[in-house]
C-alpha cells in the first residue's frame, strides 16, 4: 500500500501548488528584519540609558510603593482577619513596577533597592496587622499602640509571629520587586542608538 505522508524534510504544496516556507524559513526572515546594533551603537545606547537612569528617585518612589503596599495588606488582613500571604507577591510587583517607572534603572543596583524594598513593605504590613490586634486585644486605639513601638519592640513583634510559610511570601516579594525593577529598551531606545531618532 502506498504512503501518503510525505517523507520528513520535504516542501508541502498548499491548494495553490506554492511551496509553503518552513519554520526555520519563517523565522530567519525574521530575524533579518531586526535591526543588528554594531558594537558602537550598543554602546551608544547603553551610555544613553545608564544616563537616564536615576537610583535616588526610584528607591524613594519603590519606598512609598512600598508603604502602600503595607497598608493594602494590613487593611486586607484587619478586615478579613486572614493573613494572606500572596499579598506579599502584589507588593513585591507594585515596588518593582514603581522602581522601573520612576528610576529607569539597567544597573543591578536597581533590583537590590527593589528586592530590599518589597522586603521592608512586607515586613512594614506585618507589623502594621499586628499592632492594631494588639491594639483591640488592650482596648487602645491603634495610634496609641504605634507611638510607643521602638525597634526592639517591633522586631520581637515580627519574630514572635513569624512562620515558615512566610520565608517562602517574602522570598517570592524579593524576587519580583527584582525582576521587575528594570527598564525595558523599547523600539524608540533601539531607533535613538540606530540615529533615526534624529
Same mark, same amino acid.
Given at each position: 500500500?502506498?504512503?501518503?505522508?510525505?517523507?520528513?524534510?520535504?516542501?508541502?504544496?498548499?491548494?495553490?501548488?506554492?511551496?509553503?516556507?518552513?519554520?526555520?524559513?519563517?523565522?530567519?526572515? *525574521?530575524?533579518?528584519?531586526?535591526?543588528?546594533?554594531?558594537?558602537?551603537?550598543?554602546?551608544?545606547?547603553?551610555?544613553?540609558?545608564?544616563?537616564?537612569?536615576?537610583?535616588?528617585?526610584?528607591?524613594?518612589?519603590?519606598?512609598?510603593? *512600598? #508603604?502602600?503596599?503595607?497598608?493594602?495588606?494590613?487593611?486586607?488582613?484587619?478586615?478579613?482577619?486572614?493573613?494572606?500571604?500572596? #499579598?506579599?507577591?502584589?507588593?513585591?510587583?507594585?515596588?518593582? %513596577?514603581?522602581?522601573?517607572?520612576?528610576?529607569?534603572?539597567?544597573?543591578?543596583? /536597581?533590583?537590590?533597592?527593589?528586592?530590599?524594598?518589597?522586603?521592608?513593605?512586607?515586613?512594614?504590613?506585618?507589623?502594621?496587622?499586628?499592632?492594631? /490586634?494588639?491594639?483591640?486585644?488592650?482596648?487602645?486605639?491603634? #495610634?496609641?499602640?504605634?507611638?510607643?513601638?521602638?525597634?526592639?519592640?517591633?522586631?520581637?513583634?515580627?519574630?514572635?509571629? /513569624?512562620?515558615?510559610?512566610?520565608?517562602? %511570601?517574602?522570598?517570592?516579594?524579593?524576587?519580583?520587586?527584582?525582576?521587575?525593577? /528594570?527598564?525595558?529598551?523599547?523600539?524608540?531606545?533601539?531607533?535613538?542608538?540606530?540615529?533615526?531618532?534624529?
Amino acid at each position: 500500500m502506498k504512503d501518503l505522508v510525505p517523507p520528513e524534510g520535504t516542501l508541502t504544496i498548499d491548494s495553490d501548488h506554492a511551496p509553503v516556507e518552513t519554520d526555520t524559513e519563517i523565522s530567519a526572515e *525574521a530575524q533579518a528584519e531586526e535591526p543588528m546594533l554594531n558594537e558602537q551603537q550598543a554602546q551608544l545606547l547603553m551610555q544613553t540609558l545608564h544616563s537616564e537612569q536615576n537610583l535616588l528617585m526610584g528607591a524613594l518612589t519603590g519606598f512609598l510603593a *512600598a #508603604m502602600v503596599g503595607a497598608g493594602i495588606w494590613a487593611t486586607v488582613t484587619v478586615v478579613t482577619e486572614y493573613q494572606i500571604g500572596w #499579598m506579599a507577591v502584589g507588593i513585591g510587583f507594585l515596588v518593582g %513596577f514603581a522602581v522601573r517607572l520612576a528610576g529607569k534603572g539597567v544597573a543591578p543596583a /536597581f533590583g537590590a533597592v527593589s528586592a530590599v524594598m518589597a522586603l521592608f513593605g512586607c515586613a512594614v504590613g506585618n507589623l502594621m496587622t499586628f499592632t492594631y /490586634f494588639i491594639a483591640m486585644s488592650e482596648g487602645m486605639s491603634f #495610634m496609641e499602640v504605634v507611638t510607643q513601638l521602638d525597634f526592639a519592640i517591633a522586631a520581637e513583634i515580627l519574630t514572635s509571629t /513569624f512562620e515558615a510559610m512566610d520565608v517562602l %511570601f517574602y522570598g517570592l516579594a524579593a524576587y519580583f520587586g527584582y525582576k521587575y525593577a /528594570f527598564r525595558q529598551v523599547t523600539q524608540a531606545d533601539l531607533d535613538k542608538a540606530l540615529g533615526k531618532g534624529f
